[in-house]
């Protein structure tokens, strides 16, 4: 199988796709203003104990305060309280956390009441960003991933991932970090440590304490709730976790992004550096990849997946519904239980997908068409754990009811992907109504004439849909050729997969979105 990650780099924000074998499977937007949350660690102060609940609601900056268990506080909080306290208290020397005591660890089946007080500041890290009318979730076991490590302060001992099977290579990974790491650190070995050498682990070991150390330098300079250490963007984010011999090229539309790219793959994997690749075409980075297509395909209520079968996605506060359908594959003469069989069968291989895809969390409910074999039965419930052992978050599936229905969870941390495919017409905004179609390019020269003569913008990009783009390039001489040759070479048009038919979208040299029909509401 072979991965690629194309990452397109807008003004406004940075999406991620994740392709295997050119097929789409995970996507994410993120805001250039936003910050990516899961994993930052902040200093909190407890606002509100809820003993009913056995938690606390805590400050960290958030619109809406964050929610603390008390399941989540970990074993060790009083160790990491005491050391927090310890550094608020003498801001010029910093403890070494070696000579450290270790405090008593909390009872299992304690109170929040016993542990917290509103008014304590707190050391934080989120673990779930908000969702929905939730604000985000907190746990005090801090941990610092890497790519083949998570570092957990206090914790002092080594764990070993169970998808490494073989019992000796998990002996020798134990050894071998019992053996380097610092006193007082706990370390967590992950999957792709597999097979890796001693200098490889130690050098990312060296990298996490050190990250740990400037969170400790930045808790003392701290005043009241802040943010102590930042998880590394998304983009790098993404590669730190996906990163393996599969990943084939890595393509990036922005030389800022492609620079941060290329020097975190150049450290964690400095032989294959050359896999991260700056995109300079003129036509957008996902048209050309077929992702723009995959999207509008696979988003929306309603998913094709096989000969006319498709499948119902409804999303609710509680749960996600899957219902499957058969569509016109009920007229094929192979018998009913050979066609539900068949159906069901690519179905799971396309929920695996758009889990992944949408990020889909918490409860699932799968109704698949109803099957009497139970060999049949127990073959799909085999086929739906097999396609979803390459997901990443932590799911659970149940074998079919008795209704035919199957359920499973799967780790919900950030909210459902939702792109929503079905919008209201561009050419006639909702209205039914729209102007000749043969005027539209006499409509869009007035508009590039407004933008050159009026607004005395000589370089921009104009967006079309590709059919539109055909035909002002058809002809020697074209009417692309004639626009350019009266309003400049400063002109361009480029075709986008993202427009609707009779859709246009101007851009300056910035790559910043020009309102113009605004604009010219405005003079009119």
């Known amino acids: ?65 964050a929610f603390l268990h008390y399941l989540d506080l970990g074993s060790n909080f009083n160790t990491l309280y005491q050391f927090t306290t310890q550094i608020l208290s003498d801001r010029k020397k910093v403890p070494a956390i070696t000579k450290i005591k270790l405090q008593p660890e909390i009872e299992k089946s304690g109170s929040i009441n016993d542990i917290l007080k509103p008014g304590q500041e707190i050391l934080v890290q989120v673990a779930k960003e908000p969702i929905s009318t939730k604000g985000p979730r907190l746990t005090a076991e801090i941990s610092i991933a890497g790519r083949f490590l998570v570092l957990i302060p206090f914790a002092d001992k080594v764990s070993v991932s169970q998808k490494i099977k073989t019992e000796e290579e998990r002996v020798r990974l134990k050894q071998l970090i019992q053996s380097i790491k610092p006193k007082g650190f706990g370390v967590i070995v992950r999957t792709v440590a597999e097979e890796k050498k001693v200098a490889e682990l130690d050098n990312e070991l060296r990298i996490l304490v050190k990250r740990w150390e400037e969170a400790v330098a930045k808790v003392q300079q701290s005043k009241g709730v802040s943010l102590i250490l930042e998880e590394l963007g998304r983009t790098v984010g993404i590669i730190r976790d996906l990163f393996n011999t599969n990943f084939k090229h890595i393509h990036i539309n922005d030389p800022a992004v492609f620079t941060e790219v290329s020097d975190y793959v150049e450290l964690i994997a400095p032989e294959r550096k050359d896999i991260v690749k700056l995109y300079k075409d003129e036509a957008p980075i996902y048209d050309s990849f077929g992702i723009s297509k995959q999207i509008k395909s696979a988003f929306g209520k309603t998913v094709s997946f096989k000969s006319g079968a498709y499948l119902i996605i409804e999303h609710t506060e509680a749960l996600h ?17 050979d066609n539900a069989m068949d159906v069901n069968m690519a179905a799971a291989d396309e929920i695996a997908r758009q889990l992944r895809l949408r990020d889909m969390g918490g409860i699932i409910v799968v109704d698949f068409i109803d099957m009497h074999e139970t060999e049949n039965r127990q073959k799909l419930y085999d086929r739906m754990r097999e396609m979803m052992s390459n ?38 905004y909702g209205t039914g109504y729209t102007r000749p179609s043969i005027l539209f390019t006499d409509q869009l020269e007035s508009k590039i004439d407004y933008l050159v003569n009026k607004l005395n913008i000589k370089e921009f990009t104009l967006h079309l849909h590709p059919y539109v783009d055909a035909y002002i390039s058809k002809g020697l001489i074209s009417m692309k050729w004639k626009w350019k040759r009266k309003f400049g070479s400063g002109c361009k048009v480029i075709a ?29």
Do not use: W
């Open 1 to 65: 199988m072979n991965s690629e990650l194309v990452v397109d780099v807008q003004p406004s924000e940075i999406s991620i796709a994740l392709l295997e074998d050119k097929r789409l499977v995970e996507i994410n937007h993120e805001g250039r203003q936003e910050q990516f949350a899961v994993g930052n660690i902040y200093i909190g102060k407890v606002k509100k104990i809820m003993p009913g609940l056995n938690a606390a609601f805590v400050d960290v900056g958030y619109e809406k305060d």
């Open 321 to 337: 519904v899957i219902d499957v359908n058969s569509g016109n594959r009920s007229k094929a003469g192979n018998g009913q239980e």
């Open 391 to 428: 997901d990443r978050a932590k799911h659970n599936i149940l074998p079919l009811s008795k209704f035919g229905l199957m359920q499973m969870t799967r780790q919900r941390v950030r909210p459902v992907m939702d792109i929503d495919i079905e919008e209201k017409c561009p050419t006639c």
């Open 496 to 524: 986008s997969q993202r427009l609707g038919f009779l859709q246009y979208k101007f851009y300056d040299k910035k790559g910043i979105e020009i309102d113009l029909q605004e604009e010219i509401e405005k003079i009119s």
